[in-house]
């Protein structure tokens, strides 16, 4: 396991994690590990909603790519962001608009639907040649509002 230092140009961070993982199911416990040690610093979250989604976002990434994988998990004053990066095959991206029309392999990405305030695919140039997919999703404090219109 490695940790890298992200800059991103976006809001200020109040609390920023960022680990590079190797695409095998042993991952997912080392994803979940480092979200319940940032979870720790970051009140207000829901606990369980928020691991479930690590683990199913890394899921993903494990059942579809090579790897390694880079997850970052950042907030802001009034969300997180949890990110997975990995360089899986390109040949049929999904985006949040068809997670519906996949049987089995998009019941990962189904469960961001259900229970993510916001989520989607990326893809971002990593170098002149070579692209990666990133996979994320965002959680308000509290309940989603998703949860919320579900009680």
């Known amino acids: 396991m490695q940790v890298v230092d992200v800059r991103r140009p976006t809001a200020p961070l109040t609390l ?8 095998h199911p042993s991952s997912l416990r080392l994803g979940r590990h480092a979200a319940v040690a940032w979870l720790r610093f970051a009140p207000g979250y829901h606990k369980d909603t928020v691991l479930l989604l690590v683990t199913e976002i890394l899921a993903n990434a494990v059942e579809h790519s090579e790897g390694p994988l880079v997850l970052s998990i950042c907030s802001t004053a009034d969300h997180m962001r949890v990110e997975v990066t990995d360089a899986a095959p390109l040949a049929s991206p999904l985006g949040p608009d068809h997670v519906e029309r996949v049987e089995d392999e ?6 961001m639907k259900l229970l993510a305030d916001r989520w ?7 170098d002149d040649d070579a692209h990666v ?19």
């Open 133 to 151: 997919r990133v996979v994320w999703f965002e959680c308000s404090r509290g309940l989603s509002s998703r949860m919320r219109a579900a009680t």
């Open 106 to 111: 998009g019941r990962h990405l189904k469960m």
């Open 120 to 126: 989607g695919i990326e893809l971002r140039l990593a």
């Open 16 to 23: 920023a994690t960022t680990l590079v993982l190797p695409a």
